[in-house]
């Protein structure tokens, strides 16, 4: 006879499995540095995380955002649902060259918050009247949404010896 524990242990490593590839990073950013925030005992810290992310249309910008990390065991285990809080910081980092045209609100980045149901996502859009680039970053969450955002704008500027600058709206689709 089979025990009811057992079967239920068995159904939650088939379904962690199969969704393992659903809630990992599309691109993983670049960790920069963690700093523990609440002190577990005999499990993780809950952490506060700093990433580094290129702009993968836009070369010459990069981002740097803070997330929330949860620990214990339920957050070493990825079974956690981590909070929506997102800092953001986005600088032109070098000349800027615009690869494609884009749409506002395009994303940039996505990352899971959750096994299921929440993401972070980085979008860019643009003001052509200043010729800023606009980065939002916010997480979403299938049943309610999230409140929770941060914007960073980065003004298209000269770089060096450089005299043309790029103009986003050149780019932008309507």
């Known amino acids: 006879m089979i025990r009811l524990p057992w079967l239920i242990a068995g159904a939650l490593a088939t ?22 925030t609440v002190w577990k005992f005999l499990s993780p810290d809950h952490k506060l995380a700093t990433y580094a992310i290129d702009d993968p249309l836009v070369e010459g910008v990069s981002c740097h955002f803070t997330v929330p990390e949860k620990g214990g065991w339920m957050g070493w285990a990825g079974l956690a649902e981590e909070l929506s809080d997102i800092s953001l ?21 996505r990352q899971r918050r959750s096994i299921f149901f929440k993401k972070m996502r980085i979008v860019r859009g643009c003001d052509p009247e200043r010729n800023v680039l606009v980065y939002l970053a ?37």
Not at 89 to 109: L, N, T, W, Y
């Open 15 to 36: 379904l962690l499995a199969a969704a393992a590839p659903a809630w990992s990073a599309d691109d993983d950013p670049e960790l920069i540095f963690k700093k523990s």
């Open 138 to 174: 916010y997480s979403d969450k299938l049943i309610e949404g999230s409140p929770k955002n941060s914007t960073s704008t980065v003004a298209i500027m000269p770089w060096g010896a450089q005299t043309d600058v790029a103009r986003c709206a050149d780019f932008l689709d309507e």
């Open 89 to 109: 910081a986005c600088r032109q980092v070098g000349p800027v060259s615009i690869k494609e045209r884009f749409e506002q609100g395009d994303e940039v980045f």
